[in-house]
């Protein structure tokens, strides 16, 4: 049973350079995307997706800003 807001078994961010585990380049991969939209209301999904952008900021520093925004944020809404 997966609970609400858990990261996607099977797709868990792989840090520092956020990868999926699933094998997928970027995390959160088409499915953890689903996954996350389907199981977790908006409210706490945009809280997380903000400490997910924070953090990737730091860790990867070569990302722009509006790549973190479209990787992390945008399709969240």
Excluded: K, N
């Amino acid at each position: 049973m997966m609970i609400r807001g858990s990261t996607p078994p099977g797709h868990a961010a792989v840090r520092p350079q956020w990868s999926c585990s699933c094998g997928q380049r970027c995390w959160p991969c088409p499915t953890a995307r689903t996954i996350l939209l389907l199981t977790t209301d908006r409210l706490s999904l945009a809280r997380s997706a903000t400490t997910w952008v924070y953090d990737a900021a730091r860790e990867l520093p070569d990302v722009t800003p509006a790549e973190l925004f479209d990787r992390f944020v945008g399709w969240t809404r």
